[in-house]
């Protein structure tokens, strides 16, 4: 079982006791250690580094030498001193520890055990949100293919701690560099509670409904998706025959999500209504 790496916690808890985001750590940080001058490109730069630092975080001496100067830095900042003077960062720690609930362990399931998304996910969207999910799920889509584009995002869940996203892009899975492997794939993105965003089910591809997915749409605990593929009279490399489909959307709890298909409408060469 991996160990946690209790200096990455401790950073992370840091970074809640002044109310600083990732981000804005990352560039103080730089603007502070740095000799010379920084461009736009080297802050973004070192946000990417840092992310990943998060995302793979390990117990290595290297990983761990990473976040105590981290928290040298921020314990060393005004910052830290005039915020301590409202409150100690133990008592801080201790209480932001125990207002986590702590789940029990999950009993071994059998393959059938599954839970349906029935929540209404598309409420309460922020700007940051989105290209904090379409981030994520860009890196994780160059890691596996080619040519990601046209990001389609649905919110299946929210509780106000842990939030689950589906994920929709079309590239060339595998980078084959074929028409056969180009079309759409799909993967889970996860918001833990640290307000981290993780690869939670790994991308997999679209192929077998649609190669050219139109729009998404989680609503009544039923994923609404619309798009075209090859039909009987279509050309090489020009997909239109229109397709209305529609799943639930399945959690087996072993980091895979799954699409069960509940109707297919054929919708034929005619113009889409939606």
């Known amino acids: ?23 804005q ?7 502070e250690t740095s000799s010379y001058d920084i461009d736009e490109c ?8 840092l992310k990943g630092q998060l995302r793979r975080t390990s117990n290595t001496e290297k990983s761990t030498a990473n976040f105590i100067s981290y928290i040298s830095f921020i314990k060393g900042s005004n ?11 133990e008592e801080f720690s201790s209480q932001f520890l125990a207002s986590i609930e702590v789940e029990p362990p999950k009993k071994k399931l059998k393959k059938t055990d599954t839970r349906y998304y029935e929540s209404y996910g598309n409420s309460s969207w922020s700007e940051k949100e989105m290209e904090s999910v379409i981030d994520c799920a860009l890196q994780h889509a160059e890691t596996i293919g080619s040519s990601p584009h046209d990001f389609q995002v649905v919110k299946l869940c929210d509780d106000g701690i842990l939030a689950d996203y589906l994920v929709f892009w079309a590239g060339d899975i595998g980078f084959a560099g074929g028409s056969g492997t180009w079309g759409p794939a799909f993967c889970l993105v996860r918001r833990n509670q640290w307000g981290n965003f993780n690869i939670a089910s790994p991308g997999r591809e679209f192929y077998e409904y649609l190669k050219i997915i139109e729009s998404v749409k989680f609503k009544e605990a039923i994923l609404h998706i619309t798009g075209v593929t090859y039909g009987p009279t279509c050309h090489q490399r020009n997909p239109s025959y229109k397709l209305k489909l529609q799943f639930r959307v399945t959690d087996s709890f072993r980091g895979a999500v799954d699409l069960e298909l509940v109707d297919k409408q054929e919708i034929g060469y005619d113009a889409f209504t939606g």
């Open 1 to 23: 079982m991996k160990k946690i790496n209790q200096k990455c916690e401790e950073f992370k808890i840091l970074l809640k006791f002044l109310n600083w985001s990732v981000k």
């Open 25 to 31: 750590f990352s560039d103080i940080y730089l603007n």
């Open 42 to 49: 080297e802050y973004k730069r070192h946000h990417n580094k």
């Open 79 to 89: 910052e830290f001193s005039m915020r301590s003077k409202e409150q100690s960062f």
